[in-house]
């Protein structure tokens, strides 16, 4: 367990630090500069950080070829962190939506920041928080709830009436998917293990499928629409499990292959899509505020409500990173500040 350093300083606080790539035991607990905010950002007194495959896959510099972008020897920002919920410190001259004081949640830029106990985060970047949410679930929503939400809505185009498949529906981007399609109106099959079947259910999932016992590509029922998050069936499998016309988002992938992690998947579901009547359609999430207030509004609605697994302490993010790396959460893992 790492221990908090003492932040006597008023310039400095406590932030989650990476020098360099690799395990979770790169990252460091140590007194930083508190971050300068630009005319158009907000210092964010944070009071949660939620926690992403994308944070495991920078820490661990993973897949090479992206190393241009997180940095080619170390990370190009040095605190990890991206989901972030908490309270307007102050402002830069050029904001107009938010004021000290406000609670708010979001995403900061530059693949880090949030890992502190203050953060510099675009205007654009935030939201008032969903009044029914703890801290910590509001931390849990951003990365996740925007993928989910982007893949069934806008890639997908699923609608009131449709069948719809999560595969993996247990995970962190899977618990929001589920609830979100229901609120879309659609018919829901979650497939997870055995030990989530019954959150699953307990989250809306009008079918649920444990994929322990049996193979979902392999039965006769058919599906409009299907999010892959796990990536443990070929896309061949995975079409056969779809309509004649059916969408497939093949989202999941580990990253076993460390050069490319799943590129090659992505690029696969790309030719195949020019050539079949299936539509294949991987993506990568477009953090757009007006989709942050759209998951607002369904969390105040109570359509969906974010699913914890875990919360750890600032001084215990090593852990929680780790955690969320291996593939060992139930929905989403945060980091309180």
């Known amino acids: 367990m790492l221990t908090k350093p003492n932040s006597v300083h008023q310039g400095t606080m406590g932030a989650i630090v990476q020098d360099e790539y690799g395990s979770p035991d790169v990252l460091e607990l140590r007194d930083v500069d508190k971050p300068k905010i630009e005319v158009d950002q907000i210092l964010v007194h944070v009071h949660a950080a939620g926690v992403n495959p994308a944070d495991w896959a920078v820490m661990s510099g993973l897949p090479y070829i992206a190393r241009p972008v997180y940095g080619l020897r170390k990370p190009k920002k040095a605190v990890r962190g991206t989901d972030v919920a908490g309270t307007v410190e102050a402002v830069g001259a050029g904001v107009t939506r938010m004021q000290p004081g406000d609670e708010v949640f979001g995403w900061c830029g530059g693949l880090g920041g949030a890992f502190a106990e203050y953060a510099a985060v675009s205007e654009n ?8 949410l703890t801290f910590e679930q509001a931390a849990a929503v951003p990365m996740a709830g925007l993928v989910a939400h982007q893949a069934l809505r806008d890639h997908g185009k699923v609608r009131a009436g449709q069948k719809v498949l999560i595969n993996g529906a247990s995970g962190g981007i899977g618990t929001f998917a589920v609830q979100i399609a229901k609120a879309l109106g659609a018919e829901v099959t979650g497939v997870c293990s055995t030990r989530n079947v019954d959150l699953v259910r307990a989250i809306g999932a009008d079918h649920v499928i444990d994929y ?69 359609r991987p993506f990568l999430v477009s953090p757009k505020l007006e989709d942050l207030v759209t998951l607002k509004e369904l969390i105040e609605a109570g359509k969906v409500t974010p699913v914890i697994d875990r919360t750890y302490p600032l001084s215990e993010t090593p852990e929680a990173v780790g955690r969320v790396g291996g593939g060992h959460a139930r929905g989403k893992v945060a980091v309180t500040v």
Do not use: C, M
């Not at 970047?125 to 029914?132: D, E, V, Y």
């Not at 322990?212 to 070929?234: G, P």
């Not at 076993?256 to 998947?265: E, L, M, S, V």
């Open 125 to 132: 970047a935030l939201a008032p928080k969903p009044a029914n």
């Open 212 to 280: 322990t016992r049996e193979d979902f590509t392999r039965k006769d029922r058919r599906y409009d629409f299907i999010l892959d998050n796990v990536a443990n069936h070929s896309l061949s499998d995975l079409r056969r499990a779809l309509t004649l016309t059916g969408t497939l988002v093949p989202n999941g992938g580990g990253f076993d292959n460390r050069w490319f992690a799943n590129g090659g998947r992505v690029v696969g579901a790309h030719v195949l899509d020019r050539f079949v009547g299936h539509r294949l």
